[in-house]
Each structure stands twice: as structure tokens, then as C-alpha cells.
């Protein structure tokens, strides 16, 4: 019974996959996109990229939950923190994650690029990435410093002061960036609707297409430093690809219509690194 | 060069074409870039400031400690987009907002002293003596005398305007110290150690009322050689 449900779903699903696939390759394209060979030693420090990528997608997904009550206003600002971590429901734990995630994004990048670096990754022909990815960290930047603000209670406010007051130092701009933060000459409402539009929309939006570009750069050159070693590898790889498909033209099984283990060509395991 | 230019154009239309370009572009462009940049078009242009210019009371003089500073806050109205009077007099019979929009600063008053170098304490105090005899009733020239003797001083620290407090050590020498990286100044808020590049901000407009009554005016003593604050003070 359990089995039978179980072939019948498998069908389901084949069926659903090999649909979209025949119409959109979407299939291919996201094999293509999730499967990554690295090397066997180390493996783990390949995953801070994607840990990363994990993390600002929390810091959008609770980001857009806290606005459905924060407000970005100066009689209010405080108030409405205060009923997400008093009233709201799981309000602690939605800004919570926001607010951790926040703090561990700031260290996991570091240590992204920390391993990027110490791995060479940067090198010929990933320059570009690596660019990409200081554009991204200064963005991020930006995020935290103009979220810390809109909780407007004390640390916040005064950080955020003495932070805009580091910038007034900057030669030429200075003051005018200073005014263009704190919308007019002094801090005040304008300040507070200003880092928030920066903040929830500004930043956001030039992240993510950057993120899209980091990855696509990222897919195009493959993850680690050495080219050899990656190239053999992926070599290698696709040896094995070929010497598979062999095989099974040779047992006389059409590849295309290879349903032996009822998991269909996209759900077998042989393919894949 | 020459293959590049597959579709001829003649001068006439590349000026033409640039001309219309440009006139796009700007009607594109400035109206949003106004509108984001509209602080820093007003503030650094037009002059404005969204600050009072009018005069606030900080204390009587007679609240002003013999030989140590004492810090008073003070709040100046802000008209900053809705803070503004437009808005929030719309309607005079309906309030707005129950926010009191000001920019709340915290001054250091004290008397002018001099120091002793080799102590760094306190060795004479100019506080005039006709203030152990009266409080209020001042004269013309008591009021000039007070008013040149009394450091009105922000409490904002002038390396990046963390507020400063005043400490005295165990040796009995007062300074002012900035909690976040140490910056020191004298009574008179003079740069004595520290990450600071230049002495405490001193408010510039300052008036005594005949009652003791100190008024200040936002400013400070921007030296006239930098057209820039650094670090900006508000």
C-alpha cells in the first residue's frame, strides 16, 4: 500500500519534473547551478559563501515581517520596537533573527573573504568576483549602520551620530554627505525616514542584483583559487558522466526514457558529484 | 574609425541628437535628484538651517558652581520636513503630534579659571564677587563682567561628539574626559590630551538677562580659517 503510494508519487513527480524541464531546462539549469565540485580536503570552508547568502536571505525574509509593525517615525519609532519585543507575537523571536543574523552576517563575511583570500580565490581570472563581493560587503555595511538607528533609543541614535560625525571627517563631501543623511542640519525626523528608506529600500534593492552577479561570476569561474586542480577535477567528473551514459546505452536502455529505478534520470544519484 | 561609422550621420543631426539627449536626460534626471538631495540644496546652498535661531534659556547664573562646571540641557525647536510649523499648524485646533520636535543639546557652564601648570589644578577662579551678595538685579556692566567670564561650553566632544563629563582624579586635578577615546580638556574646555584636534565648542552667542538668566543662540566657534566642521556639530 505504502509502497504503491510511494511509486505513484515518484510518478507524480517525474512526471512534474520532466514537464518543466522539456519546456524551460529549468532542471539543467539549476543542476548546473547547486552542484559545485570542491575539493575532498576542506570541503566545509566552502560553504561560507552560501552561509553568507543564507544569512541575508533571513535579514530579508524577517526584515520584511518587521515592517508590517514598525514605524519610521520619531514619536514612534521606539514604540513600535518596543510592542514587537513586548506584544507582537514571536515579535523576539522575528527580530531576533534579524538582529543575530545581522551580527553573524558581519563575521561570516569576514571570514568568507578571509578564506577567499588566504585561498587565493581572488586571483585570475575572479578579480571581478572579488570586486563584486567588496561592493557587497560595503553595502552590507551601510545595512547595519543605517539599521541601527531606526530602533531610536540611545545606543542607536548616539552611534549612528558619532558614526555620521566619523564621516564629516571625509575630505571635500563631508558635510554635504552629512546633510544628505541626516536630511537638513541637524538630527531629527528627516534623519529617522531617511536611513529608513535607505535602509529597507535603497540598500536592499542594489544587493540583490549584486548577489546575482557574485553568484553568476561565481559559477562561471568555479569556487576555489587553483585552476589545475579544477579543471582535473571537473575532468574527471565528466569522464565518469560519460562512462555512465556508455553503460547504459550499451544494457540497451533508452537514457531518455531510463525509469529502472523509478526516480526518473533528474532523481538518480549516479550523475551528480 | 572609419568602419565604425556604418550609418552616417551628418553634423546637423549629431547636434541635434545631442541636444535632445541632454534636455532628456535632464528632465529625467533633476527633478528626483532635487528631491533627494533637497536637504543638502537648502543647508549647504541656500544657507538654511532647520535649528532656532531664537534665544534659549540654560540657567541662572547664580546655579553656576565656584570651582567646578555644571551641565545644563537645553532644547532648541527643529523645523525638519513634518516638524515643520506648515504641518503641524495645519490645523491650530487639532494637534499633530504630541512630539515636542527640539534638539535637545547639553551645555557645560563654569567659571573662566586658571590653571596651575604644574598641578593642573584649579589656582583662581574669575567669578565676580558681587554674586555672593545678589542673584538677580544686575547692572549693564555686572552682566558684560559676567557674561566674560562664563565658559559656555557644548558638551559635545570636538573629535567625534561623543558627550563629554567632567572627572576629578584622585590627586584632586578636574578635567573633562570623552568616554569614548579618552579626549581631555581644562575647565576652560582647552585641548589638554587625546585624540581631539582642537578645543571643547564653545556656544558664540551668549546673553544675561538683569534677572541671571543665561541665554544662548545654536552656534559655535568655528574657526573662520575652516568653512567645514570637522567633526560636523549639531
Known amino acids: ?273 | 574609425m572609419t568602419e565604425l561609422q556604418k550609418d552616417p550621420i551628418t553634423r546637423g543631426d549629431f547636434l541635434g541628437f545631442g541636444l535632445l539627449g541632454t534636455v532628456v536626460g535632464a528632465i529625467l534626471t533633476i527633478p528626483p535628484v532635487a528631491f533627494v538631495l533637497s536637504p543638502v540644496i537648502k543647508t549647504d546652498l541656500l544657507g538654511e538651517s532647520d535649528i532656532d535661531e531664537g534665544w534659549q534659556e540654560v540657567a541662572s547664573v547664580s546655579d553656576i558652581p565656584t570651582d567646578e562646571p555644571a551641565s545644563f540641557t537645553i532644547e532648541f525647536p527643529i523645523e525638519q520636513i513634518y516638524a515643520g510649523p506648515d504641518v503641524q499648524n495645519q490645523f491650530p485646533d487639532e494637534k499633530r503630534s504630541d512630539e515636542e520636535f527640539t534638539l535637545k543639546n547639553a551645555v557645560w557652564l563654569s567659571w573662566k579659571s586658571e590653571i596651575n601648570h604644574d598641578t593642573g589644578k584649579i589656582a583662581k577662579v574669575e567669578r565676580p564677587s558681587f554674586l555672593d551678595e545678589k542673584s538677580s538685579g544686575f547692572s549693564e556692566s555686572e552682566r558684560e563682567e559676567l557674561k566674560k567670564n562664563i565658559n559656555v561650553l557644548s558638551n559635545s566632544c570636538a573629535h567625534l561628539g561623543c558627550p563629554v563629563r567632567w572627572l576629578i582624579n584622585l590627586d584632586g586635578k578636574g578635567e573633562f574626559l570623552c568616554p569614548c577615546h579618552g579626549g581631555l580638556y581644562d575647565i576652560n574646555g582647552t585641548y589638554e590630551g587625546g585624540p581631539p584636534p582642537r578645543d571643547m565648542y564653545r556656544y558664540v552667542n551668549v546673553k544675561i538677562e538683569e534677572d541671571g538668566k543665561l541665554y544662548v543662540k545654536h552656534g559655535y566657534d568655528i574657526e573662520p580659517g575652516l568653512d567645514k566642521q570637522q567633526p560636523y556639530v549639531v
Open chain 1, 1 to 273: 500500500m505504502i509502497g504503491r503510494a510511494r511509486s505513484q508519487a515518484a510518478d507524480a513527480s517525474k512526471f512534474v519534473v520532466d514537464w518543466m524541464e522539456h519546456r524551460t531546462g529549468v532542471v539543467t539549469h539549476m543542476e548546473h547551478f547547486l552542484y559545485e565540485p570542491v575539493p575532498k580536503r576542506g570541503a566545509w570552508v566552502y560553504t561560507l559563501g552560501s552561509a553568507c547568502l543564507f544569512l541575508i536571505a533571513l535579514q530579508f525574509l524577517t526584515g520584511i515581517l518587521l515592517l508590517f509593525y514598525y514605524v519610521p517615525t520619531t514619536d514612534h519609532a521606539w514604540d513600535s520596537v518596543y510592542y514587537i519585543m513586548n506584544d507582537a507575537y514571536f515579535g523576539v523571536l522575528i527580530r531576533g533573527i534579524h538582529y543575530w543574523s545581522a551580527n553573524f552576517l558581519m563575521a561570516v563575511i569576514g571570514m568568507h573573504m578571509a578564506q577567499v583570500f588566504f585561498s587565493g580565490g581572488y586571483k585570475a581570472p575572479r578579480e571581478l568576483n572579488w570586486v563584486v563581493g567588496v561592493v557587497l560587503l560595503l553595502l552590507v555595511i551601510g545595512l547595519a549602520f543605517t539599521g541601527y538607528l531606526l530602533r531610536w533609543d540611545q545606543d542607536g541614535f548616539w552611534a549612528s551620530v558619532v558614526g555620521m560625525k566619523i564621516g564629516s571627517y571625509s575630505p571635500f563631501i563631508g558635510g554635504a554627505t552629512i546633510h544628505f543623511l541626516l536630511g537638513g542640519d541637524t538630527v531629527g525626523p528627516a534623519t529617522l525616514s531617511r536611513f529608513f528608506a535607505i535602509h529597507v529600500w535603497l540598500l536592499p534593492a542594489a544587493i540583490a542584483p549584486l548577489i546575482g552577479l557574485h553568484l553568476y561570476l561565481l559559477r562561471r569561474h568555479g569556487v576555489f583559487g587553483s585552476e589545475s586542480e579544477y579543471t582535473e577535477r571537473l575532468a574527471k567528473l565528466h569522464e565518469t558522466q560519460r562512462l555512465e551514459e556508455y553503460s547504459r546505452l550499451e544494457m540497451g536502455d533508452d537514457p531518455y526514457d531510463d525509469d529502472d529505478d523509478r526516480y526518473g534520470d533528474n532523481g538518480s544519484r549516479n550523475g551528480r558529484e
